[in-house]
């Protein structure tokens, strides 16, 4: 099994640009896709990005994801910050015996 | 659309078994790659999948929890249960139901909107 190491919270003012990383533990981060989902409080989670940088219909272009095998790391960028972004993020990926989760960080957008 | 709906909250008292109920529409549990999960959030704390259902019967546990999860489907009621004996209030959360989406990739959307589960004497 791995870990997913996210960051506890990160913040950064409006239409200001903001990186969340996910580092794995053990295992390629490259070799099983990343997924991100956003939780708004008293919601559930929806996606917003899968197979490490794909958007599903309807998430803005502002959300971008990106892999990056020497630190053995995802990141979430999400450009142009809205007020509405402020969100608990979640990364999410698996190997053949299991799903991981990471911890989640706190995005403030003050 | 795919939807997928937990029943309404519901308080157990310690070392009594949790039974939950998704029912979901909008795909069938019968169709390759497709899976149900149960995925549960402590307050103020991560998710954690709890357990999963493939459509050809396959299942996979969250280590920890292993020895207490039952998952099963009834693919003609479009339902899926999950059962966890022995409750503790640390089991104390928010239980969403997921769809595990075919694709490359193995995640999950939509999520249900969750049932939360207080566990209590």
């Known amino acids: 099994n791995f870990i997913l190491t996210q960051p506890h919270s990160v913040s950064e003012s409006p239409g200001k640009t903001v990186t969340i990383s996910c580092t794995r533990s053990?295992?390629?981060?490259?070799?099983?896709?990343v997924q991100w989902y956003q939780q708004r409080p008293g919601s559930a989670p929806t996606t917003v990005i899968y197979?490490?940088?794909?958007?599903p219909s309807g998430v803005p272009d502002r959300f971008s994801g990106s892999i990056d095998s020497s630190s053995n790391s995802a990141s979430l960028t999400i450009s142009g910050l809205r007020t509405e972004d402020e969100a608990d993020y979640y990364c999410?990926?698996?190997?053949?015996?299991?799903?991981?989760f990471g911890g989640g960080t706190k995005l403030t957008v003050l | 659309q795919i939807t997928l709906k937990e029943p309404g909250p519901t308080l157990v008292k310690p070392t009594q078994t949790l039974t939950l109920t998704c029912t979901f529409s909008?795909?069938?549990?019968?169709?390759?790659?497709?899976?149900v999960g149960w995925i549960r959030q402590p307050p103020g704390r991560a998710l954690e999948l709890v357990a999963l259902?493939?459509?050809?019967?396959?299942?996979r546990y969250s280590p920890t929890l292993k020895s207490r999860l039952t998952i099963t489907k009834d693919t003609s009621k479009n339902q899926v249960v999950l059962t966890m004996t022995n409750m503790d209030p640390l089991d104390t959360g928010t239980y969403y139901c997921?769809?595990?989406?075919?694709?490359?990739?193995?995640?999950?959307?939509?999520w249900g909107q969750g049932t939360l589960v207080t566990v209590s004497s």
């Open positions: 997921v769809h595990r989406r075919v694709s490359p990739a193995s995640w999950f959307d939509p």
């Open positions: 909008g795909f069938s549990l019968s169709s390759s790659g497709v899976g």
């Open positions: 259902i493939y459509w050809d019967d396959d299942v």
């Open positions: 053990s295992g390629n981060i490259a070799s099983n896709y």
């Open positions: 197979e490490d940088n794909r958007r």
């Open positions: 999410q990926s698996y190997d053949t015996t299991t799903q991981v």
